[in-house]
């Protein structure tokens, strides 16, 4: 099994900046994993937001958050984190990470899941 384990969510105000954080733990965690973040409004659709490979670092990311939000890993903690700058209130959710055996933009594509970490962010 895998353990996600996020933290970092709260309240901003728009324009403001958070960083969230997922570690990574388990008997079955391999570095060939793919680590993402997906992000879920009230009654909304769950969406693929970033993810990134753990070996080589390639970074993927959906188009309404890009030069916004960065995606990064670090290897040695076996953590990924989401930098979150220039926040709007459409950006207000619960932030899910996941990790699969490959690239993927849809949840179904993800095996573990985190709790996930609520955003909220205020105009």
């Known amino acids: 099994q895998v353990q996600l384990v996020e933290s970092g969510g709260g309240l901003a105000q728009a324009g403001g900046s958070l960083r969230l954080s997922c570690a990574a733990s388990?008997?079955?965690?391999?570095?060939?994993?793919?680590m993402a973040w997906f992000r879920q409004a009230p009654e909304k659709e769950r969406e693929f937001v970033a993810a990134v490979t753990w070996s080589g670092g390639s970074r993927y990311s959906a188009d309404s958050i890009k030069g916004r939000f960065t995606i990064s890993r670090d290897t040695a903690k076996n953590t990924v984190y989401l930098q979150m700058n220039s926040l709007k209130p459409e950006d207000t959710a619960v932030y899910y990470c996941?990790?699969?055996?490959?690239?993927?933009?849809?949840?179904?594509?993800?095996?573990?899941w985190g709790q996930g970490t609520q955003v909220t962010v205020s105009s």
């Open positions: 996941a990790a699969s055996s490959r690239v993927g933009v849809t949840s179904r594509e993800y095996n573990y």
């Open positions: 388990g008997r079955t965690w391999r570095s060939s994993y793919v």
